[in-house]
C-alpha cells in the first residue's frame, strides 16, 4: 500500500514538474514559444527547446560556463607531497607541480587550447571582453613560472612528471599544436603577454619534429607502426595555418592545405560525406568506424584554416569544396533532438555533446562566412544550437560529452566510452558553437523567418508567398 502511494506521489510530481513549465508542453516535452497560439492542434512538443535562439539566454549560458572554467582552474604552484603553495620562484623544488583542479582541466593539455579559442570567440560575438579573464590569468601564469620549471627541469629531469613538459619537451601534436593555435591568436588579439618562447616550441614541433608519411601528411606510431587520425587534422592544421598567418611563410599554408588533401584522400568517404577516425598504412582496407568527435575535428580544422588561408592560394577552393562536403554529410545524419551520436552513422549509440558542439560552431560559421547557404543550413545550425543549450547546467557544466577516446578496432570500445562533466573536450566547442549562434543570429545578410510551425532562413530581400496559408 505504501509503495502505491508513493509512487503515485512520485507520478504527480514529477507530472506538475512538466505540466506547471511555462516552457514545457504536455508529456515533458518542450513547446515552441515563437508559436503564441497556445491551442494550436499543428504545433508539436520537442525533445529540446525548439525556437529561435534569444541572444541574451545564449549569452547567459556562455557567461557560465566562463564562471565555472575559471573557478575550475587555478593558476598556482604547490607542492605535489603537502598541497602547500610555493612562492619562491629562485629556488627550483622537484616536488613543484601546478595545482590540479578539482575536474582534472589540465591548464596546458589541448583541449584547454580550444576552451581559449572559444573564449576569444565569445569576447568578439558579445563584445564582453571579460571572456578572455581567464586566458589573460593563464597566460600570465606561463609568462610568470616558464623559467622556474625550466631550471626545475635542468636539475631533476622529472620529464613527464614536470607541470610545463608540454613545452619543454613536446612529444606529440596532442602536446602541441592546439594550444599553439590558441596561444598565436591569443597574441594576434593582444590577450595576455607574449608567448613566444612557448610558441616557438610547440610551433618546432608541428613543423619540425612530428612523425609524417613521405607526403608529408602528419601520422602516429600507434597503434599501428603507421597510422592517421582525423583528430590530427584539428591538432596540426591550425597551427601551421595560424604560424602562415603570424609570420608571413606561405609555406606554413602549403603544409596545411597538404594535409588537408593527404587526411582526406586517405580517410573520407565521398559516399557517405564523413571521415572514419583512423588509418593503417599496413591495412588500408581496415572496417571504418565513424566517430563523431574525429569529424568534428576534421571540419574545426578546415574550417579554422580558411579564416587565415589567402583567397589566392590554390588550396583555398579545394579546402571549401571538402568543407562543403563534409558539412553536407554530417547535416544529415543530424538526429531529432539537433544533436548527432557517438558514432555518427550509427543511431543506437548515445548523442554526443563535444562533436554536435564542433558541428554546430562549423556549420553556423560557414553560414556566418558565406561559404555554405543560409537557406540550406542555418535552420540545421540553429537546431544544433536546441540542443546543445539543453547539455549546459545552471552551474556551467557540459554534460555528455565523451572522455578521452583512443583509436580503436571495434564497435563496443567506441559505443561504451563514457560520458563526464569533466571531459574538457565539450567545453570550448560549446562556447564556439553559442558565440556564432550570437553572430548567426544577428547576421544582416538574411531574416529569419518563423513560419508553418519551423524557420527560414531568407536572404534579405527575396520574397516569399504565404496567402494560401491566411
Known amino acids: 500500500m505504501k509503495t502505491t502511494v508513493l509512487a503515485a506521489s512520485l507520478a504527480v510530481l514529477v507530472g506538475c514538474s512538466f505540466a506547471c513549465h511555462p516552457a514545457l508542453a504536455q508529456g515533458g516535452q518542450y513547446r515552441n514559444t515563437d508559436n503564441k497560439n497556445l491551442t494550436d492542434p499543428a504545433e508539436g512538443s520537442y525533445p529540446v527547446p525548439y525556437k529561435k535562439p534569444v541572444v541574451a539566454e545564449v549569452t547567459a549560458q556562455l557567461k557560465s560556463i566562463r564562471a565555472y572554467m575559471d573557478g575550475a582552474t587555478p593558476t598556482r604552484i604547490i607542492n605535489r607531497k603537502t598541497g602547500d603553495q610555493i612562492t619562491d620562484l629562485k629556488t627550483p623544488n622537484a616536488d613543484a607541480i601546478f595545482e590540479p583542479s578539482a575536474g582534472d582541466y589540465g591548464i596546458q593539455v589541448y583541449e584547454m587550447g580550444v576552451v581559449h579559442s572559444g573564449l576569444l570567440k565569445a569576447a568578439e560575438a558579445t563584445g564582453d571582453r571579460s571572456f578572455t579573464a581567464m586566458s589573460q590569468r593563464h597566460f600570465q601564469f606561463f609568462n610568470q613560472t616558464l623559467p622556474y620549471f625550466r631550471a626545475q627541469e635542468q636539475k631533476f629531469h622529472l620529464e613527464r612528471a614536470n607541470s610545463f613538459s608540454r613545452f619543454l619537451d613536446p612529444r606529440s601534436l596532442d602536446d602541441s599544436g592546439s594550444m599553439c593555435a590558441a596561444l598565436i591568436r591569443a597574441r594576434l588579439a593582444k590577450v595576455g603577454p607574449d608567448l613566444q618562447p612557448m610558441i616557438d616550441a610547440c610551433s618546432d614541433w608541428v613543423v619540425n619534429k612530428q612523425f609524417r608519411l613521405e607526403d608529408g601528411t602528419m601520422a602516429r606510431k600507434r597503434p599501428q607502426e603507421v597510422s592517421l587520425w582525423a583528430d590530427d587534422m584539428y591538432m596540426s592544421i591550425p597551427a601551421l595555418a595560424e604560424l602562415g598567418r603570424l609570420i608571413g611563410e606561405r609555406k606554413h599554408f602549403d603544409d596545411a592545405v597538404n594535409n588537408v588533401m593527404g587526411m582526406t584522400k586517405r580517410m573520407f568517404n565521398p559516399q557517405l560525406g564523413i571521415y572514419t577516425h583512423g588509418w593503417h598504412a599496413n591495412h588500408p ?175 534579405k530581400g527575396g520574397k516569399t508567398d504565404y496567402r494560401e496559408h491566411h
Not at 561559404?371 to 552551474?395: D, E, N
Not at 577516446?405 to 567506441?414: E, F, K, N, R, W
Not at 558565440?435 to 544577428?442: D, G, R, S, T, V
Open 285 to 459: 582496407d581496415a572496417p571504418r568506424f565513424y566517430w563523431a568527435r574525429a569529424n568534428g575535428w576534421a571540419v574545426l580544422a578546415m574550417s579554422d584554416l580558411l579564416d587565415v588561408l589567402p583567397k589566392d592560394h590554390p588550396g583555398y577552393q579545394p579546402v571549401l569544396n571538402q568543407l562543403r562536403a563534409s558539412i553536407k554529410g554530417i547535416a544529415e545524419l543530424q538526429s531529432g533532438t539537433g544533436l548527432w551520436h557517438q558514432m555518427l552513422d550509427r543511431n543506437d549509440s548515445y548523442l554526443e555533446t563535444s562533436a554536435s558542439a564542433i558541428f554546430t560552431y562549423v556549420i553556423a560559421h560557414a553560414v556566418n562566412q558565406g561559404w555554405v547557404s543560409p537557406t540550406t543550413y542555418g535552420s540545421i545550425a540553429q537546431a544544433g544550437w536546441a540542443g546543445l543549450s539543453t547539455r549546459i547546467t545552471p552551474k556551467g557544466e557540459v554534460e555528455g560529452t565523451c572522455v578521452g577516446t583512443t583509436l580503436a578496432g571495434d564497435m563496443v570500445y567506441y559505443y561504451n566510452r563514457p560520458t563526464s562533466v569533466h571531459a574538457l573536450h565539450g567545453y570550448g566547442p560549446t562556447l564556439l558553437a553559442g558565440a556564432e549562434i550570437i553572430k548567426m543570429i544577428n547576421n544582416p545578410a538574411f531574416e529569419i523567418q518563423h513560419k508553418v510551425r519551423t524557420y527560414h532562413y531568407l536572404p
